[in-house]
């Protein structure tokens, strides 16, 4: 059964920097399109970016230019790189495949929060 497990979430202030991780288990993932997605308190979960086996990604209108996702094969982990971060970036991101391709069971996610 494929596992995912998000971290590096923390504390960080408006206009600072995180970089989240999310390590899979199984072989989906050197297949599937993956993605991040966010889920804000009183908020659909909502999918920010996502990435092809291929490389090839996609970004949310809210995070274009700001974040940057990637992905290792070698050490089946995907990444999001976080910029300019923003107060309404707040949320609990999760890792998960994308576009069409089945759902893993969801991870725990990891908490981002963007306070001064």
């Known amino acids: 059964q494929v596992q995912l497990v998000e971290s590096g979430g923390g504390l960080a202030q408006p206009g600072g920097s995180l970089r989240l991780s999310c390590a899979a288990s199984?072989?989906?993932?050197?297949?599937?399109?993956m993605g991040w997605y966010r889920q804000a308190p009183g908020k659909q979960r909502e999918l920010v970016a996502s990435i092809t086996s291929e490389g090839s990604t996609d970004y949310s209108d809210s995070v274009k230019g700001r974040f940057t996702i990637s992905r290792n094969y070698a050490v089946n982990t995907i990444f999001l790189r976080m910029n300019s971060l923003k107060s309404e970036d707040t949320a609990v991101y999760y890792c998960?495949?994308?576009?069409?391709?089945?759902?893993?069971?969801w991870g725990r996610g990891t908490q981002v929060t963007v306070s001064s």
């Open positions: 998960n495949t994308a576009r069409g391709w089945p759902t893993i069971s």
């Open positions: 199984g072989t989906i993932f050197s297949s599937a399109t």
